[in-house]
């Protein structure tokens, strides 16, 4: 069994930076593949970043590439998301993800274990 614990998020303006951090326990990190998604009010559990176990593949949704990046640390047991130049539309609540497998998978029945979720608010 898993536990994913998210923290860093907050209320930001437009074009500033936030730095979410999940750490992981109970579980062998490295075995999982792990991913961020997010929920804005109303709307689906989407997609954000996935990386690999070993941390040498990432693979972002098309909303946040080029501002978004997604790393890992097994030794810490840590998956980061480090969100550039955000944007009011980038407005939910966000979550990481761990799936037991060797594919990074943009489904949220995928994943197998959840974090408790973090608001991350952009104003214009």
């Known amino acids: 069994q898993v536990q994913l614990v998210v923290s860093g998020g907050g209320l930001v303006q437009a074009g500033d930076s936030l730095r979410l951090s999940c750490a992981a326990s109970g579980g062998t990190f490295s075995s999982y593949v792990m991913g961020w998604f997010r929920q804005a009010p109303g709307k689906e559990r989407d997609f954000v970043a996935g990386v690999r176990r070993t941390g040498a593949m990432t693979y972002y949704a098309e909303s946040v590439k080029g501002r978004f990046t997604i790393s890992r640390d097994n030794a810490k047991n840590t998956v980061n998301l480090q969100m550039n130049s955000l944007k009011p539309e980038d407005t939910a609540v966000y979550y990481c993800?761990?799936?037991?497998?060797?594919?990074?998978?943009?489904?949220?029945?995928?994943?197998?274990?959840w974090g408790q979720g973090t608001q991350v608010t952009v104003s214009s």
């Open positions: 993800a761990a799936a037991a497998g060797w594919v990074i998978s943009t489904r949220v029945n995928d994943y197998d274990y």
